[in-house]
């Protein structure tokens, strides 16, 4: 089968001819249609100080996908050769007492797709059966495929109370955008969004923001909508100290920071008098609690009340990958897919 493969310990990926995978009796094997591509392929493509301390090529990338079960291990029972599925591409023990008490999602012995073991920018790969999600009918493989940072996204909105908040998303990456609809769709009474990007400041208008800003806006925007009291809520989705810094002198005495962008290095924070005098409470946002949050997806998807088609602006195949991480560098691209099938 044809795979991007990370072939050496440097920059780039290798279109392979790979063997299909043989799966394990408590696996399934699904023939992939679509895969989304992110900003952790992205640092395993240009092999940086990240990369190198975590991933060893040789494997296949991708932890994004959805498509067809093609084949069922002995012991499964519950999926069956020709479900349309997507997965969750956290791969946890089962056995940690993390895990046993309901928060596998922060499983010590996580292994990842497409960065741990071979992932599904590949024409097939081989999942356990525990992790794969059924897809709706009427669920297009274009949004199955992106559950995975949808899922983040819901993670990052709705372990806060959003109904009649006002929100602070900074940031407006695929995974910010998709956040801005989620907070529209659950009832946020104003949305205010940041970015450099007038491109993705667009998306945010059409995901639903109410006021989309460059930064050095967004200060008298928030002081405008809230009678200078601050933000109930701060979705901090860019990872840039910077906005991080506005993000906690712009929510609330009281309010509440979600925090999913990932600095590139340690940053200084003034724990008195930007979280402890202030009375906020800060949460860190890993991956997707399963599986709560992917019934909220689901639950989302039905209502028709979320949409995150607009989100999705580039399609490439899997021969054209160094375009699709261009696009992604760029900066001016929301969500990019390969179309593998």
Partial sequence: MKALVKTTAGPGFTLSDVPVPQIRDDEVLIRVRRAGVCGTDVHIHDWDAWAQGRCHPQFTVGHEFAGDVSEVGALVTDVHVGDRVTAEGHIVCGRCPLCRTGNSHVCPNTRIIGVDRDGCFAEYIAMPATNVWHLDNNISYDVGGIHDPMGNAFHTALTASIPGSTVLVTGCGPIGLFAIGICRAAGASHIITSDVSETRLALARTMGAHEALRPDAVDAAVRAATDGLGVDVVLEMSGVPSAIHQGLSLVRVGGRVQML??????????????????????????????????????????????????????RFPLEEAAEAIAAIKSGEAGKVIFEIA
């Fill in 261 to 314: 962008g990932l600095p590139a290095r340690p940053m200084e924070i003034d724990l008195a008098n930007e979280v402890i005098f202030k009375g906020i409470t800060i949460y860190g946002v890993v991956g997707r609690r399963m599986y709560d949050t992917w019934m909220q997806m689901g639950q989302f998807l039905r209502s028709g009340q979320f949409d995150p088609t607009p989100v999705i602006t580039h």
